[in-house]
């Protein structure tokens, strides 16, 4: 099977599923209800369902808990972009060719709709269907996803963006800067994975964190690129938006050919990671390609 | 020992303990960190984790129990009122006679600091101490607090109250609205508390609910008459700010008199509730006098 068509079938499984989800929501706040599902089914890849999917599979990791590990995943990451939009923090009209939520509804909507799925997030971690082993490891894995999530992953990365723009920063500190708002949330793709799975030697796990902080940084350094050289039709965001709002990028602190000398770097340690492993792991270098040599 | 110097423990242990989890936090984001800090610990009565403490004491729940549980729910409190003050919301420059997280920072990071107090509730629950039959029930509490705060408790409450500002309801569907907005988070504390110890029966765990839910309507119906009848000094907000603001209360829909009558009934419905436990409750006696008699 191609890497695209299984692409397809995770996304559209999760979709699915989280679609369902939202569906069996009884209907006290319609609006909420309404931008909580807009906000998780606008159109985004499954980027991080996928790593799942494929790194669950490599540890054979039953289905049903890859999907509770994808779900509550894309909760915590369709409520971090619905509050990084807003007009305190990006004031970002579009997003993925399609209004932002608090321009579709409201402002007061957008920012509880972010809440809510949050709180969906550990939510379906603490309820949804585990396997026996996955069931055990419930804690941990949310624990797992709210270091990522909180002050010590994605909210504290957010807060070091928010501090910086406009304010010129180094490369060591525009990494951690990423490392923090999206590398966190990359890696509890794989750290939840390898802590639900029964089988995986603890020097697997940590390679294969190591590998996924390696791509959140690369995913990141490509996106700061792409925002430089890409149409704002191929984004589906205005192109040059970075720039526009002072933010600090990898072509800004290093020059577009040196951002992707580092970019190619990057990739190749990705990959020596994943050379360390005892497993197959044709899927995730092909899934790493994708990372790196995405267009939008 | 009066419920009073109990209370001033409580309080004094809470604080200490959620401090501390803060000043752990790296430095990486100095400001976050502030605003976590300064929402976590201004002046907050600390009533929830009084009826951890009250309810766990009843149930021999042992105090680091009652501790990790009270922390993780004025972590989800905390982050409630933080994002219910924000301008898009309920807009209120000031939170017991100190200036509100978005006026004492910036709107983002009063955004952002919200955001990251409710992913720390979920953080403590994973991963702060429990007894033995606690560390068993973690996936069981998380569930029950998750349940509460979300769309199916505090998110959908604060919802339908921003969609029935300014329009007339009944009494019913504000009742539903202070039973998600409020009650449900009350209601998780005494939940949590049950699951979390060994030995209570299921029907004194339904009970105890029970109890929650009735309190939990009455402070509304208090707080609503205090907002028509306290002072702005006794309150430490602007008094007469819910009918400012266009909110349906208990007053407005049935009158002042009525609502005190309303209030004696739901008094006198948890007392009952109460009643049939087979456990001393003269403390939880003493801690619904507080909730309904209090004068700020």
Redesign the interface.
Known sequence: MTLKAIQQTVRQQVDEALSGVIST??D??P???AA?HYALTAGGKRMRPLLVHLTGNMLDLPRTDQLTISMAIECIHA?SLV?DD?P??DDDDLRRGQPTCHIKF????A??A???L???A??I???QPLSAFG?KQ???L??S???A????GM??G???D??STGNLIDVDQLK?LHR?KTGALLTACVDMTCRASESIAPESHTLLCRYAELIGLAFQVQDDILDLTASTETLGKPSGSDVALGKNTFPSLLGLDTAREELAKLHQQALQALDGLPYNTDYLVAFTDLMVNRDH
Chains 1, 2 share one sequence.
């Open positions: 929501l009884p006290h706040a609006e909420l209800k909580m409520y509050h807003l305190a923090m409201s402002e007061a909507t920012i509880l972010g809440d809510a949050q709180t969906l550990f939510s971690l603490a309820e069931d419930r804690a941990k949310i624990g996803l709210a270091r999530s909180g002050y010590l909210c504290g957010q807060a070091i928010l501090a951690q923090l």
